[in-house]
């Protein structure tokens, strides 16, 4: 008898005529699809906040964020990775992000990489777990060689360990101190896990860095105010922000940045026209956190 199809490799009824669907139709039932995948990660929010408060205390302690997984789950980790520090000034080495085959399945399949215990020793041991660290395996079914083995030596090495996959019954959940699993159904192309599967992993990674990096006082409000103002786009922000925030003009806050560089520090100075010397010290005083300042 052969074995019981995992969920993410099952057929979907509902989107059984895909083949001879018109462009509108196959648009329509994907979209219908994608409709579940908020409302299945809305069920597991209770595991994502448990996750990120473990986020927080990692770096608390000068602890990292490691993100493991393969094909699709893998590029997710290293696009949320990659955006951590242009969003939220934070040191490359916070958030890391490891891929099954390492940089060439970034852009292209890299033959039986989520098999390979191999590359996940490999990759477990450049990264160095310990126990101060969170380590986050991410993968549709929760079966793949590299991120049960790459969860379970983190475990061994006394990290937290997360899993987030779209699958109940994955393996690797016997490794996982959080199981974050958004229950996304069937997909509308049998199989193809990168569809409602790999946008509700977007999702939760979202969720993780931007509500541990908010945790640690990289917002004001709702406004990203550690932003590096590194082009024309994000220095304009950064105006708009100061501006907003401190209650100046857009040119004094202009000003402002272009002397100091640093979003939080000019809406100190603006705030309580101040110098940057003292605004620098106003908010090391406050540990980086601009509202106990303002």
Same mark, same amino acid.
């Given at each position: 008898?052969?074995d019981?199809?995992i969920?993410?490799e099952?057929?979907?009824p509902?989107?059984?005529n895909?083949?001879?669907?018109?462009s509108?139709e196959?648009?329509q039932?994907?979209?219908?699809?994608?409709?579940k995948v908020?409302?299945a990660v809305?069920?597991?929010l209770?595991?994502?906040a448990?996750a990120?408060?473990?986020?927080v205390?990692?770096?608390?302690?000068?602890g !990292?964020l @490691?993100?493991?997984? +393969?094909g699709t =789950?893998?590029?997710?980790?290293?696009? *949320?990775?990659?955006?951590?520090? &242009? %969003?939220f000034g934070?040191?490359?080495?916070?958030?890391?992000?490891?891929?099954?085959?390492?940089?060439?399945a970034? !852009?292209? @399949?890299?033959?039986? +990489?989520?098999? =390979?215990?191999e590359?996940?020793?490999q *990759?477990i041991k450049t990264?160095? &777990? %310990?126990?101060?660290?969170?380590v986050?395996?991410?993968?549709?079914c929760?079966?793949?060689?590299?991120?049960?083995e790459?969860?379970?030596?983190?475990?061994l090495?006394?990290?937290?360990t997360?899993?987030v996959s779209?699958n109940?019954?994955?393996?690797?959940?016997?490794?996982?101190?959080?199981f974050?699993n958004?229950?996304?159904?069937?997909e509308a192309?049998?199989?193809s896990?990168r569809l409602?599967?790999?946008?509700?992993q977007?999702?939760?990674?979202?969720?993780?860095?931007t509500?541990?990096f908010v945790?640690l006082g990289k917002?004001?409000?709702?406004?990203?105010?550690d932003?590096?103002?590194?082009?024309?786009?994000?220095?304009d922000?950064g105006?708009r922000?100061?501006?907003e925030i401190?209650?100046?003009?857009y040119?004094q806050?202009?000003l402002?940045?272009s002397?100091?560089?640093?979003?939080?520090?000019?809406?100190?100075?603006?705030?309580?026209?101040?110098?940057?010397q003292?605004?620098?010290?106003?908010?090391?005083k406050?540990?980086g956190i601009?509202r106990?300042v303002?």
């Amino acid at each position: 008898m052969a074995d019981k199809l995992i969920l993410t490799e099952r057929r979907n009824p509902d989107t059984e005529n895909l083949d001879v669907m018109s462009s509108l139709e196959i648009a329509q039932a994907m979209n219908n699809e994608d409709k579940k995948v908020a409302l299945a990660v809305e069920k597991v929010l209770p595991q994502i906040a448990q996750a990120i408060d473990a986020i927080v205390n990692a770096f608390h302690s000068g602890g !990292r964020l @490691a993100y493991f997984g +393969a094909g699709t =789950s893998g590029r997710l980790g290293v696009l *949320d990775a990659s955006e951590c520090p &242009p %969003t939220f000034g934070a040191n490359p080495d916070m958030v890391q992000a490891y891929i099954a085959g390492g940089e060439k399945a970034i !852009r292209q @399949a890299v033959e039986n +990489a989520e098999d =390979s215990i191999e590359f996940a020793q490999q *990759d477990i041991k450049t990264f160095a &777990p %310990t126990e101060h660290d969170v380590v986050v395996a991410i993968s549709a079914c929760g079966n793949p060689n590299y991120c049960i083995e790459a969860l379970r030596l983190a475990h061994l090495a006394g990290a937290k360990t997360v899993d987030v996959s779209s699958n109940p019954e994955a393996k690797i959940q016997k490794f996982a101190d959080i199981f974050i699993n958004p229950v996304v159904g069937e997909e509308a192309l049998t199989g193809s896990s990168r569809l409602k599967s790999g946008t509700a992993q977007k999702m939760v990674l979202n969720m993780l860095t931007t509500g541990a990096f908010v945790r640690l006082g990289k917002a004001y409000k709702n406004y990203m105010i550690d932003v590096q103002l590194n082009n024309k786009k994000l220095f304009d922000r950064g105006c708009r922000f100061v501006s907003e925030i401190s209650n100046v003009s857009y040119e004094q806050a202009a000003l402002l940045l272009s002397q100091c560089k640093n979003v939080k520090t000019a809406c100190v100075m603006a705030a309580k026209n101040c110098s940057q010397q003292q605004a620098e010290q106003l908010l090391q005083k406050a540990h980086g956190i601009l509202r106990k300042v303002l």
